[in-house]
């Protein structure tokens, strides 16, 4: 069965067909690293990972990049709040750095590149340039807005009329756009004081925090990118001018995402992207959760509480594309479903490795089960990846072995002729949740946190980290990451060929 996607783009669902056979080019809008992220955030990056795994599965070669908002007014409101830096650029590194720990909890395939905003300004420049060469954007007060009347097509993605458009952008920008629905491609300036203030958390200091906003120069004025040129650029720049599978938030189709289609499409003359898929929102009392609302529980908390497999199997129970709700219930449910298949997995492993498996004993039921769970999960995933179906799969495989453990232990007890396991078919079943799990992200062998001291991978991105920050004179800052992670019993030594590390052996 050819792998189906619904597009958003045409509201159907199509057989994926990507422009080369043998390789696919994935973009996903990341997070704006201005809070902790939260298991909104993750419910979409699980999802994602979970397409990047299946399309994997299916033999593609595939390019994943996932970016950065390292610029941006709410990042501004944190500077100087509970020591997360003091200017833009380091608070956006610290959130990048918590970040990338939660990403690595989460058992996240790594993307091929993390673009950041900061690092892809002359790419930005370049692009605004073009689409002013060409008549779709003029300047204004040294700012430069996307004529959305001269890109004919505009409103495709969220199939909305331009004159039923609502003005977007700041209410002061209104006096220099031509049209109400005429978009920032570069503002120029620094941070507007009144759009940090919105965004500074109940009783902190406001102090001078916009005055620490990165600015750039441009052939117009000093000032800064718009948000949605931002990911035209970096998606460009990776990926080309043309993408297989543009994957965001459904929150982001308008105005960003019908933003980068017209700026994309006006300065390169080629479709932008596909295929559009959208992750449908995370709730919390009746409420998508979201930093902004204050209703969130942080990624690095759920981890804690409840573990990665638990978490990844709450996460995929509903689809990309259906709502989901968090609440006590729904995790216990979670729960009592990644246990259910982890004391099968475990019951099955003990069997198997058991002198009572026996070669010529055939379960044809057990054995037909899983071969039927493998058909279903197949369907489910190319079915739009449909993993809550997928999941259902991977617990029927559970049910049959826990029914085939039970009958046959009776026998072995019982001393019965041919008492014992079907080591072939238990072997097929145990061999499938290792591999159609691996595709939902859960791992049967051991608890996936990706803290440091049990991940040496998060360490060495941590050390990186630290050398960076000595490399440009941070040096207070290193001595707090080493200091850090000396608290969670890893050693730092310091020596001619760079820093080594080991694990502490406690008092």
Same mark, same amino acid.
């Given at each position: 069965?050819? +792998?189906?996607?619904? =597009?958003?783009?045409?509201?159907?669902?199509?057989?994926?067909?990507?422009?080369?056979?043998? =390789?696919?080019?994935?973009?996903?809008?990341?997070?704006?690293?201005?809070?902790?992220?939260?298991?909104?955030?993750?419910?979409?990056?699980?999802?994602?990972? &979970?397409?990047?795994?299946?399309?994997?599965?299916?033999?593609?070669? &595939?390019?994943?990049?996932?970016? /950065?908002?390292?610029?941006?007014?709410?990042?501004?409101?944190?500077?100087?709040?509970?020591?997360?830096?003091?200017?833009?650029?380091?608070?956006?590194?610290?959130?990048?750095?918590?970040?990338?720990?939660?990403?690595?909890?989460?058992?996240?395939?790594?993307?091929?590149?993390?673009?950041?905003?900061?690092?892809?300004?002359?790419?930005?420049?370049? @692009?605004?340039?073009? +689409?002013?060469?060409?008549?779709?954007?003029?300047?204004?007060?040294?700012? &430069?807005?996307?004529?959305?009347?001269?890109? %004919?097509?505009?409103?495709?993605?969220? =199939?909305?009329?331009?004159?039923?458009?609502?003005? #977007?952008?700041?209410?002061?920008?209104?006096?220099?756009?031509?049209?109400? $629905?005429?978009?920032? @491609?570069?503002?120029?300036?620094?941070?507007?004081?009144?759009?940090?203030?919105?965004?500074?958390?109940?009783?902190?200091?406001?102090?001078?925090?916009?005055?620490?906003? #990165?600015?750039?120069?441009?052939?117009?004025?000093?000032?800064?990118?718009?948000?949605?040129?931002?990911?035209?650029?970096?998606?460009?720049?990776?990926?080309?001018?043309?993408?297989?599978?543009?994957?965001?938030?459904?929150?982001?189709? !308008?105005?960003?995402?019908?933003?980068?289609? $017209?700026?994309?499409?006006?300065?390169?003359?080629?479709?932008?992207?596909?295929?559009?898929?959208?992750?449908?929102? !995370?709730?919390?009392? %009746?409420?998508?959760?979201?930093?902004?609302?204050?209703?969130?529980?942080?990624?690095?908390?759920?981890?804690?509480?409840?573990?990665?497999?638990? @978490?990844?199997? !709450?996460?995929?129970?509903?689809?990309?594309?259906?709502?989901?709700?968090?609440?006590?219930?729904?995790?216990?449910?979670?729960?009592?479903?990644?246990?259910?298949?982890?004391?099968?997995?475990?019951?099955?492993?003990?069997?198997?490795?058991?002198? $009572?498996?026996?070669?010529?004993?055939?379960?044809?039921?057990?054995?037909?089960?899983?071969?039927?769970?493998?058909?279903? /999960?197949?369907?489910?995933?190319?079915?739009?990846?449909?993993?809550?179906? $997928?999941?259902?799969?991977?617990?029927?495989?559970?049910?049959?072995?826990?029914?085939?453990?039970?009958?046959?232990?009776?026998?072995?007890?019982?001393?019965?002729?041919?008492?014992?396991?079907?080591?072939?078919?238990?072997?097929?079943?145990?061999?499938?949740?290792?591999?159609?799990?691996?595709?939902?992200?859960?791992? !049967?062998?051991?608890?996936?946190?990706?803290?440091?001291? +049990?991940?040496?991978?998060?360490?060495? +991105? &941590?050390?990186?980290?630290?050398?960076?920050?000595?490399?440009?004179?941070?040096?207070?800052?290193?001595?707090?990451?080493?200091?850090? @992670?000396?608290?969670?019993?890893?050693?730092?030594?310091?020596?001619?060929?760079?820093?080594?590390?080991?694990?502490?052996?406690?008092?």
């Amino acid at each position: 069965m050819t +792998l189906h996607v619904t =597009n958003t783009l045409t509201g159907e669902t199509e057989p994926f067909e990507p422009q080369d056979p043998d =390789n696919v080019l994935l973009y996903y809008c990341g997070l704006t690293v201005s809070d902790p992220p939260h298991l909104g955030h993750a419910r979409s990056w699980v999802h994602v990972d &979970v397409m990047h795994r299946w399309l994997e599965y299916l033999g593609y070669d &595939v390019r994943h990049v996932e970016n /950065f908002t390292d610029i941006n007014e709410k990042i501004v409101a944190r500077v100087g709040e509970d020591d997360l830096g003091e200017d833009e650029a380091e608070v956006a590194r610290t959130y990048i750095e918590r970040t990338l720990v939660d990403m690595r909890s989460l058992n996240l395939l790594r993307a091929e590149v993390y673009p950041r905003v900061s690092e892809h300004v002359p790419e930005i420049v370049d @692009l605004v340039e073009t +689409l002013m060469e060409k008549g779709y954007a003029y300047e204004s007060n040294g700012s &430069v807005y996307f004529d959305v009347t001269q890109f %004919d097509e505009y409103g495709k993605l969220s =199939n909305q009329e331009l004159e039923e458009i609502e003005s #977007q952008g700041d209410p002061d920008e209104r006096t220099e756009k031509r049209h109400p $629905a005429d978009f920032a @491609l570069w503002k120029a300036g620094g941070v507007d004081e009144h759009a940090v203030l919105e965004h500074r958390h109940d009783g902190v200091n406001f102090e001078c925090a916009h005055t620490t906003a #990165q600015t750039w120069d441009s052939p117009w004025r000093e000032g800064r990118p718009g948000w949605h040129i931002e990911c035209s650029a970096m998606s460009m720049t990776h990926l080309g001018e043309t993408l297989d599978l543009h994957v965001g938030g459904r929150d982001l189709v !308008f105005p960003h995402h019908e933003n980068e289609i $017209a700026q994309s499409e006006a300065a390169t003359g080629q479709v932008f992207a596909n295929y559009w898929l959208h992750c449908e929102l !995370f709730q919390m009392d %009746d409420e998508k959760m979201s930093s902004s609302l204050g209703n969130f529980v942080t990624v690095d908390d759920a981890v804690e509480q409840w573990g990665t497999n638990v @978490l990844r199997t !709450f996460l995929t129970a509903g689809s990309y594309n259906s709502k989901q709700l968090y609440s006590d219930e729904t995790i216990a449910e979670a729960e009592e479903r990644w246990e259910r298949l982890e004391r099968a997995y475990d019951s099955a492993v003990e069997a198997l490795d058991s002198p $009572a498996a026996r070669t010529k004993l055939d379960d044809e039921e057990l054995r037909a089960t899983v071969d039927e769970a493998r058909e279903t /999960f197949t369907t489910a995933m190319n079915d739009d990846f449909n993993t809550r179906e $997928a999941q259902s799969a991977l617990l029927s495989i559970a049910t049959a072995i826990n029914r085939h453990v039970a009958e046959s232990a009776d026998t072995v007890r019982d001393n019965e002729a041919e008492s014992g396991y079907d080591y072939r078919g238990l072997r097929r079943a145990v061999e499938s949740l290792e591999e159609l799990g691996d595709v939902l992200g859960l791992s !049967f062998v051991g608890e996936t946190t990706g803290t440091a001291d +049990l991940a040496g991978d998060v360490v060495e +991105l &941590v050390l990186d980290v630290r050398e960076r920050e000595r490399g440009d004179g941070n040096y207070e800052r290193a001595d707090e990451l080493r200091d850090e @992670l000396e608290r969670l019993g890893i050693e730092i030594q310091d020596t001619d060929e760079g820093p080594s590390y080991r694990l502490s052996s406690g008092e």
